[in-house]
């Protein structure tokens, strides 16, 4: 089984910064992909950063020069340092993990969400 466990969000001022983490255990041979989504009320799930196992980055325009997507691959950890935070940044943030298992090629596993909360 694998598992997605994310810390960092919180309740921030616009202007300010949070750095969220999320760590990959489990049983499986790699990880092919990590990224970080988000789901504000009424609104769809949409990826925010997305960074590959050779270290491609990938982000939506609404966060490029302010969040930045980073991984420790020994400690199967992935990042999103957000600065400049503005009240539309706020939303439950999702950890997805595609990994590569002993049976599979590719399969999504996600993180229960943190919330990040941003107050003008």
């Known amino acids: 089984q694998v598992r997605l466990v994310e810390s960092g969000g919180g309740l921030v001022q616009a202007g300010g910064t949070l750095k969220l983490s999320c760590t990959v255990s489990g049983s499986f041979k790699s990880i092919n992909a990590m990224g970080w989504y988000r789901q504000a009320p009424g609104k769809q799930r949409e990826l925010v950063a997305g960074?590959?196992?050779?270290?491609?980055?990938n982000y939506v325009d609404s966060v490029k020069g302010r969040f930045t997507i980073s991984r420790d691959t020994a400690e199967k950890t992935v990042y999103l340092q957000m600065n400049n935070l503005s009240p539309e940044d706020t939303a439950a943030y999702y950890c997805?993990?595609?990994?590569?298992?002993?049976?599979?090629?590719?399969?999504?596993?996600w993180g229960q969400g943190t919330q990040v909360a941003v107050s003008s």
């Open positions: 997805n993990a595609n990994v590569r298992g002993y049976t599979y090629s590719s399969r999504d596993y």
């Open positions: 960074i590959t196992s050779g270290g491609t980055t």
